[in-house]
T-cell receptor, first 113, second 108 residues
Framework: DTAVSQTPKYLVTQMGNDKSIKCEQN?????MYWYKQDSKKFLKIMFS???????INETVPNRFSPKSPDKAHLNLHINSLELGDSAVYFC????????????FGPGTRLTVT | SQQGEEDPQALSIQEGENATMNCSYK?????LQWYRQNSGRGLVHLIL?????REKHSGRLRVTLDTSKKSSSLLITASRAADTASYFC????????FGAGTRLTVKP
């Protein structure tokens, strides 16, 4: 009965590789998000999707691309990985876009070597 | 850019004591939310307070909001070892902005 799930939980890869992180929510929510949490625990929003439309796109490198095949999924694809991409990435969802509480996945720890 | 800033960065107390964490922010907000993050886990929503509210309670949690001072506080009463976690405030105004969190340690 997991609400927001992410795979994989851990991802270790070399610089220059391309990788994807998957996210699924079974809450019936309309909006999903991707966050990056750095080593100092700062949590920064990267993207959000509402009904398959990108509604927030922070100034992240275009090597990062969100892909939403349907309302329940928002995957994060990263091209040409760099050392600075190492972080924990969290997926989240909310009932609607806006000021509603968000439900977070368990996170994916990405390590780029 | 970050919006909320939590204070203190770290707090260590004994079980049974109260824990108070503060959050300051810079711009106007629609609401402010508090989240808890256990080590190695995702964030869990605790409480939401709207900009026209001054105080909210949820179990052992009490949140206050002072929009004139652009600050909020989270009080956890009668703390337990299981309350050990990082606590984040998040402000909403067009999008959600999180602070860096307060690391709370409750010693048994």
């Amino acid at each position: 009965d997991t609400a927001v799930s992410q795979t994989p939980k851990y991802l270790v890869t070399q610089m220059g590789n391309d990788k994807s992180i998957k996210c699924e929510q079974n809450l019936g929510h309309d909006t999903m998000y991707w966050y990056k949490q750095d080593s100092k625990k700062f949590l920064k929003i990267m993207f959000s999707y509402n009904n398959k439309e990108l509604i927030i796109n922070e100034t992240v490198p275009n090597r990062f691309s969100p892909k939403s095949p349907d309302k329940a999924h928002l995957n994060l694809h990263i091209n040409s990985l760099e050392l600075g991409d190492s972080a924990v990435y969290f997926c989240a969802s909310s009932r609607l876009a806006g000021s509603y509480e968000q439900y977070f996945g368990p996170g994916t720890r990405l390590t780029v070597t | 850019s970050q919006q909320g800033e939590e204070d203190p960065q770290a707090l260590s107390i004994q079980e049974g004591e109260n824990a108070t964490m503060n959050c300051s922010y810079k711009t106007s907000i629609n609401n402010l939310q508090w989240y808890r993050q256990n080590s190695g886990r995702g964030l869990v929503h605790l409480i939401l307070i709207r900009s026209n509210e001054r105080e909210k309670h949820s179990g052992r949690l009490r949140v206050t909001l002072d929009t004139s001072k652009k600050s909020s506080s989270l009080l956890i009463t009668a703390s337990r070892a299981a309350d050990t976690a990082s606590y984040f405030c998040a402000t909403y105004n067009n999008d959600m902005r999180f602070g860096a969190g307060t690391r709370l340690t409750v010693k048994p």
